[in-house]
C-alpha cells in the first residue's frame, strides 16, 4: 500500500526531529530570517552559527511559534509542532530572563515538570527525585534551595539545562547555551549534551563561537539570513562558505582568536 501511494504521488513523511519548511521572519520590512529550509536529525548535535544579526535566535524563536512567521511550515518527528511539545525542551538565552522572579533553584527546575504535574501542580516524591536528579546532571545539587537570583551566570544557565533535562524531552533546543559563562561551566554543558546525544537524543543549539564548534557538535547550519550550508561541521565549515557568511569580519575573527 505505501508503494502505491508514493507511486500516487505522495511524499513519505518527514519524521525528524525538527523540519523546517520556507520559513520567512520579518522586523519591519527587512527580513531576518528568509525561505529556510532545514531537517536537523536524530541523535546528532547540530549548532546554528552565523554573524551577528544573522537571525540564528529568530529561526529558533520562530519554529517554536514564539515568533510569528511571515510564511513557512514546522513539522517535529512528522507531526505539526503543536501536536508534539511535550517531546522538545527549549533552553532561552540567559539574557532574556528576569532573574529577580522569587523562585527556588528547585521550584524552577520543577517547572519542567509541567505536564506531568497537571492543573493542580501537585508535586509528589518522584518528581522532586526527577528534579534532584536533573540538578545532579548538571552538577547543582547543592543548590536546590538557593534563590535564582543569588547564583553565578554560569550557575544559573546550568539550572535552565536542567529544566529542560527536568521535562524528559527528545529534542533539545538552546539558545547561546554557552553565552557569558565560565570554562568549568562551558565543559559541564558539552559533557551533559554529548550524554543525551548518547542517549539517542537530539540538540540543536545556537552557538557564536567558531573554534569550538568542530569539537562540540557534528552538524552545522550556517546562517546568514537565509541558509549559506548546512552538513557535517567539516563540510559547512570552509573557508568559502565562512565567507560568504561573514565577509570581511571573519579575517578579524581569524586574527582575534590567534
Excluded: C
Excluded at 88 to 108: G, H, K, L
Excluded at 164 to 190: N, S
Amino acid at each position: 500500500m505505501g508503494i502505491e501511494l508514493l507511486r500516487g504521488g505522495a511524499e513519505p513523511p518527514d519524521l525528524n526531529p525538527l523540519t523546517i519548511r520556507g520559513l520567512t521572519v520579518s522586523y519591519g520590512e527587512k527580513p531576518a530570517v528568509f525561505s529556510v529550509d532545514v531537517s536537523f536529525r536524530a541523535g546528532q548535535m547540530t549548532a546554528i552559527i552565523g554573524p551577528n544579526g544573522a537571525g540564528k535566535s529568530t529561526l529558533l524563536k520562530a519554529a517554536l511559534g514564539i515568533l510569528r512567521p511571515l510564511s513557512g511550515r514546522v513539522t517535529a518527528y512528522g507531526r505539526p509542532l503543536g501536536e508534539m511539545r511535550a517531546r522538545i525542551a527549549y533552553v532561552p538565552q540567559r539574557a532574556s530572563v528576569d532573574w529577580e522572579f522569587p523562585a527556588r533553584v528547585i521550584d524552577v527546575v520543577m517547572m519542567g515538570l509541567y505536564r506531568d504535574l497537571g492543573l493542580l501542580g501537585r508535586v509528589r516524591p518522584h518528581h522532586r527525585a526527577r528534579a534532584t536528579e536533573s540538578l545532579a546532571r548538571v552538577g547543582m545539587e547543592g543548590f536546590a534551595a538557593r534563590q535564582i537570583g543569588q547564583l553565578s551566570g554560569g550557575q544559573q544557565q546550568r539550572v535552565f539545562l536542567a529544566r529542560a533535562l527536568a521535562q524528559g524531552a527528545d529534542l533539545y533546543l538552546l539558545d547561546e547555551p554557552f553565552a557569558g559563562v565560565d570554562a568549568a561551566t562551558e565543559r559541564a554543558i558539552v559533557d551533559v549534551l554529548k550524554g543525551l546525544k548518547a542517549e539517542g537524543k537530539t540538540v540543536v543549539a545556537v552557538h557564536h563561537d567558531l573554534t569550538t564548534a568542530p569539537e562540540y557538535f557534528d552538524r552545522a547550519l550556517l546562517l546568514n539570513t537565509s541558509v549559506i550550508a548546512e552538513g557535517p561541521v567539516a563540510e559547512v565549515m570552509t573557508d568559502a562558505n565562512l565567507r560568504a557568511a561573514y565577509g570581511g569580519r571573519l579575517g578579524a575573527m581569524h586574527a582575534a582568536a590567534g
